[in-house]
């Protein structure tokens, strides 16, 4: 019999795979869609929308991976996502087909969100993934009887083992989905005659869902204003206690669960879990702290490490590129646009994907092995006062690599406050682009000594930009946490897994998806900024452009030496620099920047560096018309060290100087790739904007404090 083939003008069955958080739900999308993936945008929210496309036999099905949630009671931006969808209040995101991943080892937890989505009367089938957990757990499930009890299809899986994921696919593919009219009779804990307007406003024929929308609509933004005020008004029209009927419901939920659970579930033996022994370690208010610890000295290292040599090809391949379209093209404005512009941009963009691919599959291995649970049960204590969650480790600490992939890594924060909160201060974190700046300045003013023999002056002045940094991050997060207002309650309510073997097929491709939402999504803003600031420095008044030009050329045909007409040209560059649009920018704001120390030319750093911050070393290079390699820092130091103040007569970089510019970079947002990426976290310029206004404000009264307190 030949294969069918779906017609492409019919439009693909949609499957919405839901569970609780750490269920495998992840896994089995993955397994399902492979690379077919794409990541969206939810109205209303910052949570992304992962869709895979499934074929099988012919046919085609739109798979949507929802945020996990332990139940229909929303608390979170993520769980709000779930809960409207499967409510089914928006047409476009209203699946055809319910999946419910079920951990196998907690079977009760994953049945309280089941039989809500029964009570929503939709079609739905039951996947108990880590049965092979179960078995090593003495755990026996019958299945017959548990479908009895449902009365909706029910598979056993082993994801991580690809075992059952065939059947998964046969019973999408038979549309093996079925409805069972009510888990609970909504009469048991609120009128039903009460939900008769919500159901005509809303066209529902479903109780549960009208009652759903009464009691948690108002929180869900994707609704209409009007239809949300609706809803308001109806409440307080009807003056009954929501919060008592949501308890009720609770209640008799998981007193039904129980019962069904003492029919179903067979512990054969009992018999000590071995987590528990590592646990003791993991989870120790001492040695666990010290595991963490490691852990990330292990990771970071290898990220540094391991991320160096592709950076350094891919800066090698970018800068070669330049230089051969340059060299082979003729002279002109495209050909500068390429090789200065556009190569260079792009060159930014994919240089960062070294760090943000190991940064991430070293985040899913320890996600997929369990211990990523334990790291947050660990510190939200620590975080919590600060208005930070116990999840806003891992952006903080990614942030001392790399501010873009801990911004994105903040996603996994469902508090809206928090996560805002997470995505405003892990920019504060001194990043590795910080470096370069720290390392230069520190050279030029901090005398290479030790004290008590061992103590490096240097090393401590470097380590104390990093506390700076972790001091601002703390009091900013605090002050967040006072003005930023919000209905979400926060708590910490994290499973801790069975520890597991990472599956590595999931870790690449989470690698490659993070990868290609950077570069698909906040490559296209960095790219147009890079283009802009070539425009600008290679752009002046036409007059002064081209006379500027033209003496050099004449000094050119009068030189001796190749020696000689490379230092016309340098000084050329720095005149040309001067007087670009970029030039006169920095010449504008000389006057607010004089009281930090610094002079026009530091301004045109500042400027530029925004590209960057480690652009501030290269620049300053050219702009102060330095000979030789600019990535000599021996070299940049010697000359910086020479420079004078032609009104003051001291040094340019003195003591004063140097040091309110190290701390104007701790604090700066000097880095478009990052404000970049926090618009596409955020969804919009709002937060970015605020974001860079602050750092800035921040990064100068406290580069102004310290050069009047040393000068």
Request: overall charge neutral.
């Amino acid at each position: 019999m030949p294969e069918q083939t779906q017609s492409p003008l019919v439009k693909p069955l949609k499957i919405a795979i839901i569970g609780n958080p750490n269920v495998g739900k992840s896994t089995i999308f993955n397994q399902l869609t492979g690379l077919s993936q794409k990541i969206g945008n939810y109205p209303g929210v910052t949570v992304d929308k992962k869709i895979g496309m499934m074929n099988y036999q012919g046919s085609t099905y739109e798979i949507i991976d929802l945020p996990g949630t332990y139940s229909l009671y929303p608390n979170s931006e993520d769980e709000i996502i779930a809960h409207r969808v499967l409510n089914q209040l928006s047409e476009v995101e209203r699946p055809d087909y319910v999946l419910m991943v079920i951990d196998s080892l907690q079977l009760s937890r994953g049945m309280f969100l089941a039989s809500q989505l029964i009570d929503l009367g939709l079609n739905l089938a039951l996947v108990l993934n880590m049965s092979d957990l179960a078995e090593k757990h003495d755990l026996e499930i019958k299945g017959f009887e548990l479908f009895k009890a449902l009365g909706v299809p029910i598979l056993n899986t082993d994801a991580r083992g690809s075992k059952g994921l065939e059947q998964i696919r046969e019973l999408i593919h038979q549309k093996n989905f079925s409805k069972k009219s009510q888990f609970l009779q909504v009469d048991d804990f609120i009128d039903s005659s009460l939900l008769q307007d919500i159901k005509e406003k809303f066209d529902l024929s479903n109780d549960y869902q009208a009652y759903q929308i009464l009691r948690f609509g108002l929180k869900d933004k994707g609704l209409p204003l009007e239809k949300r005020q609706w809803v308001k008004n109806k409440i307080d029209s009807l003056n009954i206690n929501l919060e008592s009927a949501q308890l009720e419901e609770t209640k008799l939920r998981y007193r039904k669960i129980t019962g069904i659970i003492e029919k179903v579930l067979v512990k054969k033996e009992d018999r000590k879990v071995s987590s528990n022994t590592i646990d003791k370690i993991i989870l120790h208010p001492v040695f666990g702290y010290l595991v963490f610890a490691s852990i990330l000295l292990v990771i970071f290292q290898a990220i540094f490490a391991w991320a160096t040599v592709p950076m350094d090809l891919i800066d090698g391949v970018f800068a070669d590129l330049g230089t051969w379209v340059s060299t082979v093209l003729p002279e002109g404005v495209l050909t500068s646009l390429l090789a200065e512009g556009i190569i260079p941009g792009i060159g930014g963009i994919v240089i960062f994907i070294p760090q943000i691919a190991l940064l991430f599959g070293f985040l899913a291995i320890l996600e997929d092995t369990g211990y990523m649970s334990r790291v947050v049960f660990l510190m939200d204590r620590w975080m919590r006062p600060f208005g930070l969650h116990g999840k806003s480790i891992v952006p903080l600490v990614s942030g001392v690599a790399c501010a873009i992939p801990g911004v994105m890594a903040a996603r996994n924060i469902g508090n809206w406050k928090e996560k805002i909160i997470t995505i405003m201060v892990t920019p504060l974190m001194s990043c590795s682009a910080r470096l370069p700046v720290y390392i230069i300045l520190i050279g030029l003013v901090v005398p290479n000594e030790t004290v008590l023999g061992f103590i490096n002056l240097q090393a401590v002045a470097l380590l104390s930009l990093y506390l700076l940094g972790v001091i601002g991050v703390l009091f900013t997060a605090f002050g967040l946490k006072s003005i930023l207002k919000t209905d979400e309650k926060s708590f910490l309510m994290v499973e801790l897994p069975s520890y597991r073997t990472p599956r590595w097929k999931d870790v690449i491709i989470t690698m490659y998806n993070k990868s290609k939402t950077f570069v698909t999504e906040a490559g296209k803003v960095i790219l147009a900024i890079s283009i802009i600031l070539w425009v600008l420095g290679t752009y002046g008044p036409p007059e002064k452009m081209e006379e500027i030009r033209a003496e050099r050329d004449q000094k050119i045909e009068l030189a001796s030496s190749e020696v000689e007409i490379e230092e016309i040209r340098a000084e050329a560059s720095s005149d040309l620099l001067e007087n670009s649009f970029i030039g006169i920018m920095g010449r504008a704001i000389e006057p607010a920047i004089r009281p930090l120390g610094y002079d026009w030319k530091i301004g045109i750093a500042l400027i530029t560096s925004f590209a960057a911050r480690e652009v501030f070393v290269s620049t300053i290079a050219t702009i102060y018309s330095i000979g030789g390699d600019p990535e000599d820092d021996s070299t940049i130091r010697e000359k910086l060290n020479a420079q004078i103040n032609p009104v003051t007569g001291d040094k340019v970089f003195n003591k004063a100087t140097a040091f309110s510019l190290m701390v104007f970079y701790v604090f700066a947002m000097q880095c478009m790739s990052t404000l970049a990426i926090v618009y596409r976290e955020t969804k919009g310029w709002k937060w970015p904007l605020i974001q860079t206004v602050y750092m800035t404000a921040l990064a100068y009264i406290s580069a102004l404090i310290t050069y009047q307190i040393l000068s």
